[in-house]
């Protein structure tokens, strides 16, 4: 962020009167621009327990399997933009059961919210964004080829809570460790 | 949204290549600047039964009582960012109990996520944001004087909870009713 989106002056890094963080503000007009973390809104879709997965047409990470989810849109809902991804991503029409997770990713400020929803229909295909939309009971689940560690903890969750007999919200945060390789930790908060 | 915040040159409104609404592009540099929905995150701070409320000291809504909330920060936790509104707005310290709330505010963009959380102690105090702190049982609460329909919604789930000695999540959605006056209606979601 260099410029100022009102008025096209350069901006500069302070902390503004009265704030306590660095901002990007307009010495010309005076305008904050504040950057807030963005929501990812999505489903874990359920047919007679298997889970609707999505292998990815797009990068990052494209040729794994990811839950269909995105970010959330301006003027719609959490709920709304979870079927809509659901829609883009797999062509699939869904009811939302329920919240099952809120994963907060803070190392690149995104806060996932994952919904469990049951298949209307099973007249479902691969999206634009999509190679290939499969369901997977638990034995057949690609762990080796998820695209991200928040949906390898979503589907974990789920498959427990399938075995307790008992579903219940999952919340926790999902940090990158130091070092080279993509390697996370999980910390579980309270729901 | 005017002008491009990576290179100045004036911003057009069309919807890019594979995509499907109106967005904020650079005509110059090709940047397309996508803006999202916001994350209200607090807490519904107790202490025996009594909820801890601000009277507000900036507008919007000034002199009116909230709960401790504010926009979630990049690089944080929504349980983080939960606890430092109710340390800069309350001088107030809490444990995070449970995730009680998940309301989205469509009309304004925004969602609401606020947890229950136990006061550590009654060592509170006016934040810079506040004119006034205190403890409200049921009877006592100001409803007349809340400053914000989220509000009013959660504190009624908190003691409607509290009355039937069973904690669990609320999901809603509050929209803005057309004509004059603030008039809102709120439609319960599937938790």
Same mark, same amino acid.
């Given at each position: ?48 327990? *298997?889970?609707? %997965?999505?292998? +990815?047409?797009?990068?990052? #990470?494209?040729?794994? @399997?990811? /839950?269909? =989810? ?29 919240l ?27 999206? *634009?964004?999509? %190679?290939?939309? +499969?369901?997977?009971?638990? #034995?057949?689940?690609? @762990?080796? /080829?998820? =695209? ?20 219940r919200l999952h919340m ?19 729901p």
């Open positions: 962020m260099k410029y100022c989106t009102a008025c096209a002056a350069p901006l500069e890094r302070r902390v503004p009167e009265g704030d306590d963080r660095v901002r990007h503000v307009c010495p010309a007009c005076g305008t904050i621009h504040y950057q807030n973390p963005k929501i990812v809104t999505g489903t874990i879709p359920i047919h007679e327990d *298997r889970v609707l %997965l999505c292998r +990815r047409a797009i990068e990052p #990470r494209r040729g794994l @399997w990811t /839950a269909p =989810a995105g970010f959330m849109e301006n003027a719609e809902t959490v709920q709304e933009g979870a079927l809509r991804e659901t829609r883009e991503e797999a062509n699939a029409r869904v009811r939302i059961d329920a099952h997770a809120v994963y907060n990713l803070p190392h690149i400020s995104q806060v996932y919210l994952l919904f469990r929803a049951t298949l209307l229909d099973l007249d479902f295909s691969p999206g *634009r964004e999509s %190679l290939e939309v +499969r369901l997977f009971d638990e #034995r057949e689940i690609p @762990w080796d /080829a998820l =695209a991200f560690p928040v949906v390898i903890e979503a589907l974990k969750a789920y498959f427990e809570d399938l075995r307790r007999g008992h579903f926790g945060d999902i940090e990158r460790l130091p070092g080279p390789g993509r390697r996370y930790r999980i910390v579980h908060t309270v």
